[in-house]
Structures are given as structure tokens and as C-alpha cells.
């Protein structure tokens, strides 16, 4: 898949206004826009930065930095930031895959469903709460039913719109399993739809990528019926 889809013209993304992208939940490209200097700095130093960072805004906002409760909140989030949540920016972290041979000569779809992720928002930094299913037909090699999980959660540590992550699970299944015959479907909540703006709390959002063999309308109709059991 190209990348190359990005361009910014008078103070416009692909035609958008930043204002458009953000409220709309519009994305650009399949990877994560990263600096090139990304991991120049340490994380150790990340964390001082984001905390001095992280305690001026909240000065700004005039909340007292010697309260009690208050103090340790830089740092918290500082540390929170680097080592959990947004941990999948780091390449470092990206989960170890081993294949094995298909030894049982299963060579019908599998399904990994109700896989529970907590993303966030990279256009508003609040969570998005979802469920991630799998599916893959084995081109002759198999992961464990554990890395399927671990991608889900890999990806979804990251500042993230939800077209991207569907798109950078099944991007990552596609090149460990060698073999196009793989279908993720992501069914989430986002706290920025609900929690502010519009302040929908009954809706989410389901975004599917059906690859190969799963881009045929009997086999998303087998999928569908594994999901709804
Ligand atoms: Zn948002």
C-alpha cells in the first residue's frame, strides 16, 4: 500500500483544513506520521520533557502545582505516555513473531474475536475503546493465538484514527503470515464522539479490511456468523 498520499498545500492536508481533519476523524496515510529524529532523544529524557511540558498546561489552566494531589501528576503522565499508552510509537516494543509450520494441516479460516483494545484519539488525546476481530487463512504458517492479541495491542498504543489502526493490523498479519488472506474488523467507541462535541454516547464505529479470500461476500457472511455467536 502507497504512502505516499500525503501533501500539504496552503495550510491544507489532501484538501482538508486541520479543522476538518480533526472534528471528522479524516486520516491521511497508513503509517503513523512520525518525525524522522522519532528516537534521537531517550525515553528517559521524553519523560522530563513531557512532564515540564505536562505541568505548564496545567499552570496555564491555573491548577496549583503544590497541591498534594496535583504534584506528581507531570510525572505520572509523563510516564504513562511513554511506557503504556502511546508504548507502539517505539519499534523496540513491536511483539516478537515466531511462525511455526501448519502442521495439522488446518486449512480452514481461523478467528481470534472480541480481542479489547484501548487506543486514543490522535486528534483530540482521549481514549478510544474497542473490540478488534481476526480472522486469517494459514498460507502454510501459523502464530500463536497470544501475537494476535499482541499486534492488536502494539498498534493501538498509538496516538491513532481507527481507519489506520484496522489498516495497520491487517498490513502486519498480511507480511508475518505471508499470505493475503486475512480480515480485520474493528468495532469501537470514541470518548471524543461521546464524551464532548456531538456527546453521542450510544453510537460507535466498525471499520473492516477484508483481504484475498475474505473479499467475497459468502466468506464475510461465514465471518459475520462466527461474530454474532
Ligand atoms: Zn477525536
Excluded: W
Excluded at 51 to 72: A, H, K, N
Excluded at 154 to 181: F, G, W
Excluded at 193 to 219: C, H
Amino acid at each position: 500500500m502507497s504512502t505516499e498520499t500525503t501533501s500539504k498545500a496552503n495550510g491544507q492536508l489532501n484538501g482538508f483544513t486541520d479543522e476538518a481533519i480533526g472534528d471528522d476523524h479524516l486520516f491521511t496515510s497508513l503509517d503513523t506520521p512520525m518525525k524522522a529524529n522519532a528516537f534521537d532523544m531517550s525515553n528517559e529524557e521524553k519523560k522530563k520533557r513531557i512532564s515540564i511540558l505536562f505541568s505548564e498546561i496545567m499552570d496555564v489552566m491555573g491548577l496549583d502545582l503544590t497541591d498534594d494531589s496535583l504534584q506528581g501528576t507531570p510525572d505520572r503522565v509523563a510516564k504513562m505516555y511513554i511506557e503504556e499508552i502511546f508504548s507502539g510509537l517505539d519499534p523496540k516494543n513491536k511483539p516478537k513473531m515466531a511462525l511455526f509450520e501448519n502442521k495439522y494441516q488446518y486449512n480452514q479460516m481461523l478467528v481470534e474475536k472480541n480481542i479489547t483494545f484501548y487506543s486514543n484519539c490522535e486528534h483530540h488525546f482521549v481514549p478510544i475503546i474497542g473490540k478488534a476481530h481476526i480472522a486469517y487463512k494459514s498460507s502454510g504458517k501459523v502464530i500463536g493465538l497470544s501475537k494476535l492479541n499482541r499486534i492488536v495491542q502494539y498498534y493501538a498504543k498509538r496516538p491513532q484514527v481507527q481507519e489506520r489502526l484496522t489498516n495497520q493490523i491487517a498490513n502486519e498479519l498480511k507480511t508475518v503470515l505471508e499470505t493475503e488472506d486475512v480480515a480485520v474488523i474493528i468495532d469501537a467507541k470514541h470518548l471524543c464522539v461521546s464524551s464532548r462535541g456531538v456527546q453521542d454516547d450510544t453510537s460507535t464505529t466498525v471499520t473492516t479490511y477484508y483481504g484475498g479470500e475474505f473479499n467475497n461476500a459468502s466468506k464475510i457472511l461465514e465471518l459475520q456468523n462466527y461474530l454474532n455467536n
